[in-house]
């Protein structure tokens, strides 16, 4: 409570100032010194009440605002999974990514409030599948280009839905940053077609994140490395590091897939880590 | 002297002032839109209350988890007055319920705690 003890401390000094001068004998036993200490007495008690409600009011807000926040963090995950369950192959997709993309700008030197905004545009990145239809969304096998086509409304459907909520000041960005995660560097990416810097940064960050979740977990549509076509299981590390670090300047930022080079075994211990959770929680399923 | 109950709303707490067994309870959280007029006849009982008692133990029992500013006055005003009872011979044992796992709730009865002389005031942890 140090600070609070600063911002009273002007009030107290003067205090203490009156109660020294009420203590000269030459001022004492007059009506209005009497009248004057009661006067006193009673400042003291409600100062002393006002920094406490003060203090209490500050816990007060502290806590509320904490429980707001945790609420609407598990009302985003839970919304999320709700979304990925009727898709078993991308079950945990988004929470994956969320975890990619936080470790990726942690080490890219994002502060706090940034990576609070990167943690929701990650969570919802793919809220927008919601909007697909079944036979494309859950297809198996690669997609005929009007397939193709329809999957890739995904990204604008993001940005609509994103778009309806009243998120907090410090998130306004974040339906921007999920719609654009599938644009590419070059320009070519979708729905924008945006490039370079018009693409906002952590949207670059997110489709490192993405891609690298897509290539090495099992997912219904197959992996394919340019024109080749690989099977629908997790691609090795060193292929999809590989592919990272050939499509720099094309498909990704080359500053983020520095940092994921940099830092591949975190990155790789990263990826165990949460698909060994995963693991577990299928087994206990 | 009769019971005072007053149902817990959405930004009121629930309040049963029991002067047979001499239990005075406050619980929930407390928002009211106008604290004065919500408290006003609380306190004009509980004066009533305290005038009328001998050498009766009066238990004070308050679970208060959110409150706003106004309310945390009036607790503090309802403290002094239980307080003021007992030094002047009252009987009065407050109890302040703070959940385990919220450290501020702890804090609360601390601060509320500072100006008792007279009274007993215990601050109680429960499991929820």
Redesign the interface.
Known sequence: MAKDDNMFKEDEDRISRVGELLADDAVKDTPLYTEFKAFLGDYK?LF??FR??V???D??QH??VSELEQAFESFIRTLVTVIEAKHNNTAGHSNRVTEYVLFLGANLGLKNDELEVLKYAGLLHDIGKIGIPDSVLTKNGRFTPEERNTMNQHSVWTKKILDGIRLPRSLKTVPMIAACHHEKIDGTGYPFNVKGDEIPFFSRIIAVGDVFDALTSKRDYPKYDKDEDLSFDPMSMDRCFRILDEDRDVHFDPEVVNIALKYRKDFEELWLELHRNQADASLKN | MELLKIEGAKHTPYICFDPEKHQLEITGESYPENTSEFFGRIFDWLNEYLAGINDETVTVNVKLY????SS??IL?DFFTILDDAAADGKNIVANWFYEAD?E?GL??GE?FQ??IESMKFNLIEIEE
């Open positions: 008690r002393k009440q406490r409600i203090r209490m009011s816990r007060q806590g509320l | 959110y409150f706003n500013s945390s006055k503090m919220l501020e804090e609360y601060d500072e100006d």
